[in-house]
């Protein structure tokens, strides 16, 4: 073992050799890094609000970034939308509000109903005042998702929201992923099946909420997202696995969400030259193929490209 933070590793991680998430090509506007942060950008034209789509819908979902600091031994996340943290009043939902899902992090290397199906799973209650099953705002692993879409007069399933955006002359993806991606099986048809909000799970730690992202090298404007709002939060590092990941967040109604792609690595401790993966993220970029290690790349590539 390196000298290093132990960090939390996903069980089975080898053993997952079938029924692996046929993850697709990512779409044109696939995330990238830059400034040290990953960025997934959604289409700017598939958040409803009835029939009002895009910017002037209060669901619309602009980007989600993550980034990995080593000295803090941190993971920040920051939302560009329309949306705020605390929600939108709405008549038709059960309580009169709709707020933010719970933000899904999937290290298993399947697709997202088989993870839930074995709670193998790791999620963020981050707003306060949403419809999640678990009582404190934090990191939760051991997770199990359900959809609480049916209460917030919500969309039934992801073609249900992509069918109403397109008769807008909108177009629905999901950020780093096709709304109809292999990854969503389950999710695509169906009745309510949207997995949007943490069920059960066993509570890690905390996270800080951020309101104010200056010194952190957050350009949302870089990728011309006009969200209304930008928030985010921060939490220790060691609450999360080494690995690559899909992280998945939606509205409560599923009027829009977004997907991102990414890898934690194991944090640099002072006296070690290089931050090496464990053993459990090399096998499941070997598990996951080409596509998401293509992905990573492309990615990197672009880094490259905007930093010039």
């Not at 959604?42 to 958040?47: A, E, L, N, W, Y």
């Not at 998702?145 to 807008?168: C, D």
């Not at 002072?270 to 080409?290: I, N, R, T």
Request: proline share 2%; charged share 10%; glycine share 14%.
């Amino acid at each position: 073992m390196m000298k290093a933070t132990v960090l939390k590793t996903i069980l089975g991680t080898a053993a997952v050799t079938v029924g692996l998430m046929g993850v697709t090509a990512p779409q044109a506007n696939a995330g990238t890094l830059h400034n040290g942060w990953n960025y997934a950008i959604d289409s700017f034209k598939d958040g409803a609000e009835g029939n009002i789509i895009g910017a002037n819908s209060a669901y619309e979902m602009y980007g989600m970034a993550v980034k990995e600091d080593t000295q803090s031994n941190s993971i920040f996340v920051a939302i560009n939308a329309n949306l705020p943290i605390t929600g939108d009043n709405y008549g038709g939902a059960a309580d009169g509000h709709i707020g933010w899902g719970d933000l899904i992090f999937n290290f298993s290397g399947q697709n997202l109903q088989t993870a839930n199906a074995s709670g193998n799973l790791f999620g963020i209650r981050f707003a306060q005042n949403n419809d999640s099953g678990v009582s404190s705002v934090g990191v939760y692993d051991n997770v199990t998702l359900r959809s609480v879409t049916s209460t917030n007069s919500g969309f039934n399933n992801l073609t249900h929201h992509a069918n109403l955006v397109a008769s807008q002359r909108g177009s629905a993806s999901m950020g780093d992923l096709a709304y109809n991606d292999s990854y969503f099986a389950g999710q695509i048809t169906g009745t309510h099946t949207v997995l949007n909000s943490i069920k059960t799970g066993n509570l890690l730690g905390g996270i800080n909420v951020i309101n104010n992202f200056a010194g952190l090298g957050l350009d949302f404007g870089n990728f011309s997202a006009t969200g209304t709002h930008t928030f985010g939060f921060s939490f220790d590092k060691s609450l999360m696995p080494v690995g690559e990941f899909v992280a998945t967040l939606f509205a409560e109604c599923a009027n829009d969400g977004i997907a991102l792609m990414g890898e934690f690595t194991v944090a640099s401790v002072p006296g070690d030259d290089v931050s090496v993966p464990e053993p459990s993220s090399m096998l499941g970029l070997l598990a996951l193929g080409l596509t998401f290690a293509g992905s990573l790349s492309r990615k990197k590539g672009k880094a490259i490209a905007s930093e010039v």
